[in-house]
């Protein structure tokens, strides 16, 4: 058999799929772990259990409900029946609650008339391979078993894992990987087992979003709209599971990008989702940025010095692949200076400004005396997205070092306008419907005029002193314009926004940046939109949103198809997003956020309140949000008019 292609990777959508990393368990709806696909039982990225079938009277059960209970565990409802001549109707309930810790409890209730006798086999299979391996269809076949302790016990190279149970079983073959029991009911009894799945030498998961001091604050939302409640505490549900521990600095947390495929570190993901959870505290962006700050690159002098390395990334059909590593070092300052406005302590502020610096100092040292910053690689485009990052950079950059009293923030800012003034004029295509930007101009000047999602961070310009925006890159009419494109049915599906325009050359719905929705860009929208103050266009990207994730059990995916919403229908699920994601479930917080138009200033002891005065959802309230290091509550009316509820002492509400 030849080797799965990456584009061949087994579908997850279908999948439920539980995390509490490094743990993390995927399941088919039957409950039934087969060893097809991605099923089984994972820690760190290797299966460590592929296959538990359970049969019950020598029977499968038949499944009839299965569904996640949270982030880390799924239940699984089966029946059957065991009483002869007992009709149709089913009179034993088998459930099985499956954690991504590496624990699966099996419970048969009865509800029969007399006493019943059931054996129960449970046959247990591993391949011990990593996620990689069964992505790209090298998983091996499964490894022999040994009896061990009360379980069963595999290994390879380099790897082993056991399962045990209790209670112990009464029987073990290990050369048919299987474990028996007989249980004796009585009428309307119960009886349980527990298996418990680990590598060898491996404790219990230690899952640091179940850690008692976890970085980020148990909000609550409610209000008029019902996918309201759900949508925050599945978002922060889900970021909890996806935390991860700098093994060499424990009490540095960061985000995982999301399961299944990226459960490690991605620096513009775990930026990205960092800086929209700003309102939940700054503790997940300062253990970020810390994390990020340890692989800064070295080499004083050199073209790379002050970077932080990232990954190649896909950029579609009209560019070539982008580098992430320009991307993640542009955020990092950006993410600083806002922390700061969120109410990151000073010291860890100064902590981390060198490295925001070395990150100011690459942007100034590669732009050089030209305008723009070209892509790394020699002969690559200049790109839209680029530009707007690194002038974010630059104005944000410029205030964060102006008020820790370093240099160079006149630099940054005469470089940005300059930027401002030079792309207004070059990056705009004009056409009979009154415009847009290139998503870039290629090496030789000519623009490249397809109309992309990566154009949301020309809106998205950051939080200065005073809860003002910073200055964008677009001058007012072309702002007007890019919002009327945004609101226009080529770019709005009705689901949220499409990465390309539906009539453009390349177009595909399920294209990860071709035209899926991506939810990450479509609540970055959303956000730009409402503070530029289009928010007819802002409500419907939203309300969109919303009409999704009730879809998607408001554990949104990182992206969908874009196809157009039609009455009735239900968004297409992507086969290979990763659920949960970081960015999706980031961008529930900031799009529930950006309802109330959140803009703390906490070194000058304000927050000003820019609410949707539209109150596309209705009226809505906030509580257990974090502003200046203290909760902060409140709650906008059906009328648009926000109310602080709760806030530190001494925080006053700006103008």
Not at 378 to 403: I, K, M, N, S, Y
Request: aromatic content about 4%; overall charge neutral; charged content about 20%.
């Amino acid at each position: 058999m030849p080797p799965r292609r990456s584009a061949d990777l087994p579908p997850a959508h279908a999948t439920l799929i539980c995390v509490a990393l490094p743990g993390l368990v995927i399941s088919s709806d039957q409950g039934q772990l087969t060893g097809h696909g991605l099923e089984g039982f994972y820690r760190a990225g290797r299966r460590v259990l592929s296959r538990c079938q359970l049969r019950v009277a020598g029977r499968e059960p038949v499944a009839v409900q299965a569904r996640t209970t949270a982030a880390d565990r799924a239940r699984f409802v089966g029946t059957l029946r065991a009483s002869p001549g007992a009709g149709p109707d089913p009179d034993v309930v088998v459930e099985r609650t499956r954690h991504a810790d590496g624990t699966e409890r099996i419970t048969l209730h009865s509800a029969a008339t007399r006493p019943l006798r059931l054996p129960v086999e449970v046959a247990l299979g591993t391949d011990l391979a990593d996620l990689g391996a069964i992505a790209s269809g090298r998983a091996g076949p499964e490894l022999s078993a040994s009896v061990h302790d009360s379980g069963l016990r595999w290994s390879c190279a380099g790897a082993s894992a056991s399962v045990t149970a209790d209670p112990p079983p009464a029987d073990a073959l290990a050369s048919a990987g299987l474990l028996r029991w007989e249980f004796q009911l009585p009428p309307g009894g119960t009886a349980s087992l527990e298996l418990r799945v680990r590598p060898d030498g491996a404790g219990p998961v230690r899952a640091a979003g179940r850690a008692a001091t976890s970085p980020l604050a148990t909000a609550r939302a409610s209000g008029d709209h019902p996918g309201v409640p759900a949508l925050l505490h599945t978002g922060i549900e889900d970021l909890q599971a996806l935390l991860l521990r700098d093994p060499a600095h424990p009490t540095d947390t960061h985000l995982a990008a999301g399961a299944p495929w990226r459960c490690g570190m991605a620096p513009v993901e775990a930026l990205a989702a960092a800086r929209m959870t700003l309102p939940l505290g700054t503790r997940l962006a300062a253990g970020t940025l810390r994390t990020l700050a340890r692989t800064q690159l070295p080499g004083a002098g050199g073209p790379r010095f002050g970077m932080i390395p990232g990954p190649r990334r896909d950029a579609g059909v009209h560019l070539p692949p982008g580098c992430t590593g320009t991307e993640a070092t542009l955020l990092f300052p950006a993410l600083l200076a806002e922390a700061r406005r969120w109410g990151l302590p000073q010291p860890e502020t100064e902590e981390l400004l060198p490295v925001a610096e070395r990150c100011l100092t690459w942007l100034r040292t590669t732009v050089g005396d030209g305008t723009y910053l070209c892509d790394p690689q020699p002969g690559g485009p200049v790109r839209c997205e680029t530009q707007a990052h690194a002038h974010r950079a630059a104005v944000l950059g410029a205030e964060l070092l102006d008020a820790c009293g370093r240099p160079g923030g006149t630099e940054l800012r005469q470089w940005a306008r300059e930027l401002r003034t030079a792309f207004r004029q070059d990056f705009w295509v004009e056409d009979r419907g009154g415009g847009r930007p290139a998503i870039a101009r290629a090496p030789d000047g000519r623009l490249v005029p397809q109309l992309g999602a990566t154009a949301v961070h020309l809106l998205d310009t950051g939080l200065l002193g005073g809860g003002e925006p910073a200055p964008g890159l677009l001058d007012r009419v072309q702002t007007e314009q890019l919002a009327r494109l945004f609101g226009s049915p080529a770019m709005d599906s009705g689901w949220g926004l499409r990465g390309v325009g539906e009539k453009e050359v390349g177009y595909n719905p399920f294209g990860h940046r071709a035209g899926a929705v991506r939810v990450h860009e479509t609540a970055v929208a959303v956000a730009g939109l409402a503070a530029a103050g289009y928010e007819k266009e802002a409500g419907s990207l939203l309300r969109g949103v919303m009409a999704a994730a009730e879809t998607f059990g408001h554990r949104l995916p990182e992206m969908y198809a874009g196809e157009q919403r039609t009455e009735g229908a239900a968004p297409l699920p992507h086969p290979a997003a990763c659920r949960p994601s970081a960015t999706a479930a980031a961008a529930g917080v900031l799009l529930l956020t950006t309802l109330a138009g959140i803009r703390p200033d906490a070194p000058a002891g304000t927050v000003t309140l820019r609410p949707m005065r539209s109150a596309p959802l209705g009226e809505i309230s906030l509580t257990g949000l974090r502003v200046a290091g203290a909760p902060f509550s409140v709650r906008v009316s059906r009328l648009g008019l926000a109310m602080v509820e709760e806030a530190a002492d001494g925080l006053q509400l700006g103008a």
